[in-house]
């Protein structure tokens, strides 16, 4: 293999290593692909359709609101301005990220940026920190192969949902949706460094839970994030 | 033929998620931070997995918070798949009572 090809293909061991962190992670995806394809498909969208926004846009929180409002014609301000809301919170992930990525030309960078959803930035940050304790530097191989098996999962089974939606049915008494939270308590573990730097987390919880107790949509995960945020700056200046 | 008015949907949603994608990193690549703004930094990843799964722990369904709860006592203490696979047999046990 020349040295061009090397680069630009993920080196086997980092392909395999991040199989083996995003296939748990699958389980969980392919049930919610299933049920928005499905609802999708209720809302008159046709399965080409639906998989040119789940490929390009690449973001299931913002597609579900999408397919919430749904109708025909589409309202198009309407839906474009909930996506940029919901998913406000990359701008806060992008930031974490920017250290591990700095080092990257932009041609490299932009293009992993376009696939950071939030198990694939997840399981990056989370593999990026590890590596770092142990004097690595930021594997793109591992984060692009983890990323590109979400992508692909994720396109192809909201394009079945849509498809055979009708047909596969009500998903949830099998408790798939459950993997997701699963997941991020997990990650959340690896992140635990003791409990003064884990308090930013607890007023998330609060504040993004009392959020979604009152205020109908998504804007629960931003408040909880921002809240978050800023009590880590709040009590960044002690000690 | 895909109709107009959908792919300009489409479109505008890819542009407003690409957007936030890109501007969080482009804004701090070639920044050196203060001490405060990486602590700052190093709360977020934690701040926004737990921002998106705090519906669990507010249910208002008790069979949900048994199925967290389990959740994350397994998640305290086992790897990856056993505790996805523990969480998912136990939601869809409590959900099945």
Redesign the interface.
């Known amino acids: 293999m020349s040295a061009v090809e090397a680069a630009a293909s993920p080196a086997p061991s980092e392909w395999r290593r991040a199989a083996r962190d995003t296939l748990p992670m699958l389980l969980g995806f392919v049930p919610i692909a299933l049920v928005l394809g499905a609802q999708a498909a209720q809302k008159g969208l046709a399965a080409g359709e639906l998989v040119l926004m789940t490929g390009l846009n690449f973001a299931g929180g913002s597609e579900f609101v999408a397919v919430d409002l749904w109708a025909s014609p589409p309202p198009v301000l309407l839906i474009v301005a909930m996506t940029l809301l919901v998913n406000s919170r990359h701008v806060l992930m992008g930031a974490a990220l920017a250290p591990f990525l700095a080092h990257l030309p932009l041609r490299r960078a932009l293009p992993a940026l376009y696939l950071m959803c939030d198990e694939a930035w997840a399981l990056g940050i989370a593999d990026a920190r590890r590596r770092r304790a142990a004097g690595l530097g930021f594997s793109l191989s591992y984060y692009l192969s983890a990323a590109a098996m979400m992508w692909s999962t994720w396109v192809a089974f909201t394009g079945l949902g849509a498809l055979f939606g009708p047909a596969v049915g009500d998903l949830r008494p099998w408790g798939f949706d459950m993997a997701f939270a699963a997941i991020f308590l997990v990650l959340l573990r690896g992140m635990w460094t003791g409990v003064r730097a884990a308090q930013p987390w607890l007023v998330s919880l609060v504040a993004a839970g009392s959020t979604y107790l009152m205020v109908p949509g998504g804007w629960y995960v931003l408040v909880g994030a921002v809240s978050g945020v800023a009590a880590a700056w709040a009590l960044g200046g002690r000690s | 033929m ?2 107009p ?26 920044r050196t ?1 203060s ?2 703004a ?21 249910s208002s369904d008790p069979r949900e918070l048994v ?2 709860a389990v ?2 006592v ?3 203490r ?4 056993p ?2 696979l ?8 409590t ?2 009572l």
């Open positions: 895909i109709d008015l959908v792919l300009l949907t489409v479109l505008g949603m890819a542009a407003a998620t690409y957007s936030t994608r890109a501007v969080g990193f482009l804004a701090l690549r070639n931070l001490r405060r990486t602590r700052v930094l190093e709360a977020v990843p934690g701040c926004v997995l737990i921002s998106v799964i705090a519906p669990r722990f507010v199925a967290i959740t994350l397994a998640a305290a086992l790897p990856l798949l505790t996805v523990i969480s998912v047999a136990v939601t869809a046990l959900r099945h």
